[in-house]
């Protein structure tokens, strides 16, 4: 089954789905042919932990039943500097909306004003 996944890094954000039966080490050259960066230089996390590249993506937590297309999971993109260490997990939250003005609050869904 497919799992969908939103890979961020910084202010960058990927959103892709694979098998939940491919290795990580499969996801990495996935996101690597987007970003641009191989494999061996990508560190992915999943719930603050480093996942390893020899495991799939079910044996990491990630399966069709937690990683759907509506609410896909959350993984963490650090990529290796030049000194051959990893940089910090950095995801940049999104702003939130503003709030509604109040007359647009008190609307039906069919776009008539509430009965009185």
């Known amino acids: 089954m497919d799992a969908f996944m939103m890979i961020q890094r910084k202010k960058l954000t990927i959103f892709t789905d694979a098998k939940d039966n491919i290795l990580v080490n499969e996801l990495k050259k996935i996101i690597g042919c987007i970003i641009k960066v191989a494999p061996e230089n990508q560190q992915l996390y999943y719930k603050e932990e480093i996942m390893d590249g ?7 937590g990630l399966n069709s039943n937690i ?8 993984i963490g993109l ?30 039906e869904p069919n776009g008539q ?3 009185m």
Do not use: H, I
Not at 67 to 74: E, F, H, Y
């Open 113 to 115: 004003e509430p009965p």
């Open 78 to 107: 650090a990529l290796k500097m030049d000194n051959g260490e990893f940089e910090a997990l950095e995801m940049v939250p999104y702003s939130l909306p503003p709030e509604l003005p109040y007359v647009m609050k008190n609307q």
């Open 67 to 74: 990683a759907k297309a509506q609410s896909p999971a959350t």
């Open 54 to 60: 020899t495991k799939t993506l079910s044996e990491c």
